[in-house]
């Protein structure tokens, strides 16, 4: 788009041919099947995600691969087997290169890095069944440019095995964490009770018999005492790192605007004068009581303006 923009400035392109070339970028489409909503990126800050269920392997490669060309990285998320040998092998035959988050994956142009953002995602899982699932937000965040850092397997059957680890994520500086549990899905509501940034939670489909396909975690998350826990839907990890990426992404602009303003704040204030050091003048000492002080006392004499004749002139009573 920066291309585009400096070619009309330079007069290189028309209005017109700027205004085909902008449509193209924001929306491409793809033997009449798939139209990638390229622009999402510049418009929202999260790029669009490939979502492999239901496409063919071949597919699936070739939309990440379209991706990563016209935008510098594809994302794909819900990816089997199949899925991940063909985008393998269809990066390597481009000379791009492939980043694996379990069931999902970012293929990335060779020289190509998100731009940076000073900002950091913490990623908790209650179990390491759940990590698949939260691996999808790690992408979606490190995609971003933002820092992730996860741990795993915090589950509330051993409460010994929490604290630790969410002490560290906030020692670390997160400024959002997403919390990701099956079963029972209590975690996200503990962590929320407990720490003063927002929380995300992320109801996973781990468990057994009733309520079990993430049901049950998700009617706890959604009752949850704890105020202020957002929730997104069930194993939806582009969601939750969506979501974090926009909360995070919004701290670390506040932090750039309080320093901005600091540092005109302090560029604008007077200079502050050195101090006085000159020694004080000495005070002329009072006589001992009953004792009048005889030294004299300095006065101007008073000059009586003379008449033009020489006399002196006499005042006015």
Request: charged letters at 20%; hydrophobic letters at 40%.
């Amino acid at each position: 788009m920066r291309d585009v923009l400096r070619r009309l400035v330079s007069g290189e392109i028309t209005e017109d041919e700027a205004l085909s070339e902008l449509r193209r970028i924001q929306l491409e489409e793809l033997g009449g099947r798939a139209r990638l909503d390229l622009g999402r990126y510049m418009r929202r800050g999260i790029p669009e995600v490939v979502l492999a269920t239901g496409k063919s392997a071949s597919e699936v490669a070739r939309l990440a691969l379209a991706m990563a060309d016209k935008q510098g990285q594809g994302l794909v998320s819900r990816m089997g087997e199949t899925h991940q040998v063909a985008l393998r092998e269809a990066a390597l035959r481009a000379g791009m290169q492939m980043v694996g988050y379990h069931a999902s994956a970012r293929v990335t142009r060779t020289g190509f890095a998100p731009e940076f953002v000073d900002a950091k995602v913490g990623i908790l899982t209650a179990g390491t069944s759940d990590v698949a699932v939260a691996d999808e937000a790690r992408m979606v965040v490190e995609a971003c440019g933002l820092a992730a850092r996860l741990e795993a397997d915090l589950g509330v059957a051993g409460l010994h095995r929490f604290v630790g680890p969410l002490a560290a994520t906030l020692e670390w500086g997160a400024d959002v964490i997403v919390v990701a549990a099956g079963m029972d899905g209590v975690l996200p509501g503990l962590v929320a009770g407990l720490v003063d940034v927002p929380v995300i939670g992320l109801p996973v489909s781990t468990g057994y018999g009733r309520g079990g396909a993430g049901e049950a975690a998700l009617g706890t998350m959604l009752q949850s005492c704890s105020t202020g826990l957002t929730v997104v839907n069930i194993d939806n990890g582009v969601g939750a790192g969506s979501a974090a990426v926009l909360i995070a992404g919004r701290a670390a602009q506040g932090r750039r605007r309080g320093r901005s303003t600091a540092t005109i704040a302090n560029a604008s204030a007077p200079t502050s004068n050195s101090p006085n050091t000159a020694p004080a003048a000495p005070r002329e000492k009072s006589a001992p009581p009953g004792t009048a002080n005889t030294r004299p006392k300095a006065s101007a004499a008073t000059r009586i303006p003379t008449s033009s004749h020489g006399k002196p002139r006499r005042r006015r009573p």
